[in-house]
């Protein structure tokens, strides 16, 4: 079982450059998820997909975008990468919906992460 | 806004000694928590998932309970071996919320 499966798994980007990263799962999931992590920082919401078609802000939403491309894909963007960017970013998925809703009890899976460092 | 805290930030125990990690969260008004584990260069794995409205959850040798009118969790794991030497994550879902806030995390070392 693939799970949840982030690429690239590892980038180097210079300042002002662009990129996408790839998220992709296969349980049929309906939310997704975009997540930072950064030493003493813990893990930060991105933005976060309820369903297909939708997208939200999380905690840190500045300097990126994302697409839902469909139910398996949730994709985010770099525009102009800024060395604040350097971190590691990982995906997640969960089955349901909102707390409340079917499925709001089930766990998130986690991808194992694109490391991106910004010179 | 709720603000989850996990102490300490690195423990260190030799093995086969029975330990607690403790995370506390500020704001009652959970709809679950859930501790994770991530080894090195990993991502997370969902280890047990404790609804609002359960005391206690139970996974081989871990045990999370629950305590929201003190804020308080715990994961307790017994006969620690070396290889469940990792970070230990605990995250709580807000009422109607979609997002996790997840605590900083202890960074767990079992000693041979």
Not at chain 1, 1 to 27: E, H, W
Not at chain 2, 63 to 76: E, I, Q, W
Request: charged share 15%; hydrophobic share 30%; glycine share 10%.
């Amino acid at each position: 079982n693939a799970g949840v499966t982030q690429t690239p798994k590892f980038q180097v980007l210079k300042t002002g450059q662009s990129m996408t990263l790839q998220c992709a799962q296969d349980m049929n999931h309906n939310s997704m998820y975009w997540y930072r992590q950064d030493p003493g920082m813990g893990l930060r919401l991105i933005y976060y997909s309820a369903s297909e078609g939708t997208t939200d802000k999380g905690e840190v939403p500045n300097g990126y975008n994302v697409s839902r491309l469909n139910k398996r894909e949730f994709s985010l963007r770099l525009e102009s990468a800024a060395p604040s960017q350097t971190s590691v970013y990982f995906c997640a998925s969960i089955w349901g919906g909102g707390a409340g809703l079917a499925g709001g009890n089930q766990p998130q899976h986690f991808g194992d992460g694109t490391r991106l460092s910004i010179l | 806004k709720q603000e989850v805290t996990q102490i300490p930030a690195a423990l260190s125990v030799p093995e086969g000694e029975n330990l607690v990690l403790n995370c506390s969260f500020t704001d009652s008004a959970i709809y679950n928590l859930q501790w994770f584990r991530q080894d090195p260069g990993k991502g997370l794995t969902s280890l047990l998932l404790i609804q609002s409205s359960q005391r206690e959850q139970t996974s081989g040798r871990l045990n999370a309970s629950l305590d929201k009118s003190s804020g308080r969790s715990t994961l307790y794991i017994a006969a620690s071996q070396p290889g469940d030497s990792a970070t230990y994550l605990c995250a709580v879902r807000g009422q109607g919320a979609q997002k996790l806030v997840f605590g900083q995390g202890t960074r767990l070392t079992i000693n041979p």
